[in-house]
């Protein structure tokens, strides 16, 4: 049983515009969310994260929405560029001390 | 190197042969994971290590597997009699304490079991 679903396996979006990548959990414990980004043959890299006594954290052109309630969390990209075109995985963990479950994740293709 | 250590690369072994492979995380670093990705597929947590604490062993797909990591550093992940399935890009992590904290992940181990 997957707790952490991706359902979209890919999204294609035009450089300049807006990617919106989504994820959601069944596992009401999670309290940790983060999103990583990986490149062909490379391990993945840390994106952006939030805990969930927030509901947005912004780092640059990246931005972390979490919706407790819908067990719902997006990442928004403003504005896409073609170097963000990888594999875009959404994790979660029920404490800061305990194992992250990765979902399926995403691939982002920005067109230029 | 500061970053996270994984030998070796690739691997190209037997069917029913044992595999053994080796993680070097980041010094300082109590949480250690292991995850393997085969084709097309996302990131499947196999097995976690949090400082002293009893590893979290939920992951693993089956008795071949088994992980240790020595004095609280080095891990060792040993696949034993490999069967064709278990190709995949086996990925080890550490992060500082775990859960919220960013994980550095290695460049993977490619085992191919032919």
């Known amino acids: 049983d997957q707790q952490v679903k991706q359902n979209s396996p890919s999204l294609s979006v035009q450089e300049g515009r807006i990617s919106i990548l989504n994820c959601d959990y069944t596992n009401s414990m999670f309290d940790y969310f983060l999103w990583y980004k990986k490149y062909p043959a490379e391990g993945p890299t840390f994106l952006i994260s939030?805990?969930?006594?927030?509901d947005k954290n912004e780092d640059g052109r990246f931005t972390v929405f979490l919706n407790k309630s819908a067990k719902h969390l997006s990442l928004h990209i403003v504005p896409s560029q073609p170097g963000d075109s990888a594999v875009y995985f959404c994790?979660?963990?029920?404490?800061?001390?305990?194992?992250?479950?990765f979902g399926p994740g995403t691939s982002l293709s920005v067109i230029p | 190197g500061a970053g996270v250590s994984q030998s070796p690369s690739n691997k190209v072994t037997e069917k029913g042969k044992d595999v053994e492979l080796r993680c070097d995380p980041i010094?300082?670093?109590?949480?250690l994971y292991w995850y393997r990705q085969s084709l097309g597929q996302g990131l499947e947590f196999l097995i976690y290590?949090?400082?002293?604490?009893?590893?979290?062993k939920s992951g693993l797909p089956s008795d071949r597997f088994s992980a240790e990591r020595t004095g609280g550093s080095v891990s060792t992940l040993t696949i034993q009699r490999t069967q064709q399935e278990d190709s995949a890009v086996y990925l080890c992590a550490s992060s500082f304490t775990g859960g919220s904290t960013e994980a550095f992940f290695g460049q993977g181990t490619r085992l191919t079991v032919v």
């Open positions: 994790a979660a963990s029920a404490t800061s001390y305990d194992k992250v479950i």
């Open positions: 010094s300082g670093h109590t949480a």
């Open positions: 939030i805990s969930s006594i927030k």
């Open positions: 290590f949090q400082g002293n604490s009893a590893p979290d």
